[in-house]
């Protein structure tokens, strides 16, 4: 959602973009006043994505946002004037095809449900979400999704499991007023996760205390890629380092997190502070590097490529990666410079560390050792010298 005031042309057209850049799908854009929904028609015809009006207590804005051409409007219909308002707005959708997005928050239930909010706040927000459906249908409207918020993450998973069992429309997902840039996305995260985990969820939004509208997709973004639901541009794992990192792990991985941004191919790069499991710990990456104090190594699907200076890793790594493209999704590898590598990481491995691999072959030999002791130990038998006497059949 965008922050600006929307009048504000330049300014929400600028977030705009920059939400679109993120990867944000839709855009919702506030409309409080008859000036937002003036600046509507032309935010709708240059936006590149589509656009939601964001309506509260005024449904003749509703009416106007839909004739203003709004891909979608948002609104409450238990703060909209009651239900005759609700059917006027609806009716315009209507003849307009406009979708709605009916929006229940834990903040501004209906009166009715006040009390049971106090005793059952997730049936409340629930009974709020399921009367809101059905009169929608009285309308003989359905072409909506329906959206529930809390600021409580517990609520929002309880609610929205309950609901989604509930009606047939498609959910929208959203912590309310999540909070800062830090905690507001691990709620999110573990909130909608949860959710979308489960397989509940159509559309996101995270809800953050920054002016950088685009932070929010990115936080969006990582979730659904967390998640694999959906793919966008590289994925970067770093280790979290320990006491065995032997370079400056922090400034490598931003560069890295910076240039990967200029990909748009779902490729995994890894980023290991040292050489202690080889690069077993990421093996399945396309690409990544490992260093040591001067010097490093560039791998790709568990094999390496090659070996470098420690203040050239970054760029080797993305020569490597470019080389890869050029080369129509090909490693290039060049046999003597992987040949270095191996034996610099076989030289600069530390064969003492305590890994889990290390530990299970460890426990693996002994295990073998103990069998092949007590075969060695167990009683032979003289098959030809067993009794025979009371047997049915005697050996001849
Ligand atoms: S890769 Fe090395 S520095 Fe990073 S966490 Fe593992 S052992 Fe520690």
């Avoid at 509507?40 to 964001?54: E, G, H, M, N």
Wanted: aromatic share 4%; proline share 4%.
């Amino acid at each position: 959602m965008t922050k600006t005031e929307t009048a504000n042309l330049t300014e929400t057209m600028a977030q705009i973009h920059r939400v679109a850049e993120a990867g944000a799908d839709i855009v919702r854009v506030a409309v409080p006043r008859a000036e937002d929904v003036e600046a509507l028609k032309t935010i709708v015809a240059q936006s590149p994505i589509p656009v939601i009006a964001d309506i509260h207590f005024n449904h003749t804005l509703a009416i106007k946002a839909i004739e203003a051409g709004a891909h979608c409007v948002r609104l409450n219909p238990g703060n909209i004037g009651g239900p005759d308002k609700v059917a006027e707005v609806i009716k315009v959708a209507k003849a307009h095809g406009t979708p709605m997005r009916i929006g229940v928050n834990s903040g501004s239930l209906p009166a009715h449900l006040r009390d049971l909010e106090y005793t059952d706040p997730i049936e409340a927000l629930v009974s709020a979400a399921v009367g809101f459906v059905e009169l929608m249908e009285r309308l003989d409207f359905t072409d909506f999704k329906v959206s529930m918020k809390s600021t409580s993450v517990p609520n929002t998973i309880a609610s929205n499991r309950r609901l989604s069992e509930r009606i047939p429309y498609p959910l929208h997902l959203g912590i309310t007023e999540a909070g800062t840039k830090w905690a507001g996305s691990l709620k999110s995260a573990v909130g909608l996760g949860t959710l979308l985990a489960d397989g509940i969820g159509d559309t996101v939004r995270i809800s953050l205390s920054t002016f950088h509208a685009e932070e929010e997709v990115k936080v969006a973004w990582e979730i659904l890629k967390a998640l694999k639901l959906r793919e966008r541009g590289p994925v970067l794992i770093a280790c979290p380092t320990c006491g065995r990192l032997q370079f400056d792990m922090d400034s490598v991985v931003n560069e890295v997190e910076h240039r990967l941004e200029a990909y748009a191919d779902p490729i995994e790069v890894s980023v290991l502070g040292c050489g202690v499991n080889g690069i077993g710990e990421a093996r399945h990456a396309d690409f990544g590097i490992s260093g040591a104090k001067d010097a490093g190594v560039v791998f790709s699907k568990g094999e390496l490529i090659r070996k470098v200076k420690t203040e050239n890793l970054v760029d080797a790594l993305f020569e490597e990666i470019d080389k890869y493209y050029a080369a129509g999704k090909t490693i290039v590898l060049d046999e003597r410079s992987a040949a270095e590598a191996r034996l610099w990481l076989a030289e600069n491995e530390d064969m003492t560390a305590d890994t889990p691999e290390r530990r299970a072959a460890a426990e693996k030999a002994k295990a073998d050792e103990e069998a092949a002791a007590a075969l060695a130990a167990a009683p032979k038998v003289d098959e030809m010298a067993s009794p025979t006497a009371g047997r049915r059949f005697t050996r001849t």
